[in-house]
């Protein structure tokens, strides 16, 4: 797979775990210490999200790092 799409995938696996927990963009970035265009880029795939921030983005979710990359 190539480097957009799998950007592109994992982004959708962000944003439905998002969406699940009923947090907007704002509110997840919020409470990850992130701008919200930063969550906005992610999700669309637009973004290459470091491993500290991947760490940080799981813990906003509620989940593990393995969960957001699984099956990527």
Known sequence: MNKDKLLKKFGEKVKLKRAELKLTQEGLAFKC????????????????????????????????????????
């Open 33 to 72: 210490g992130f701008d919200r265009t930063y969550i906005s880029l992610v999700e669309r795939g637009l973004r290459n999200i470091s491993f500290s921030n991947l760490s940080i983005l799981a813990e906003g979710l509620n989940t593990t790092i393995s969960s957001l990359t699984k099956e990527l």
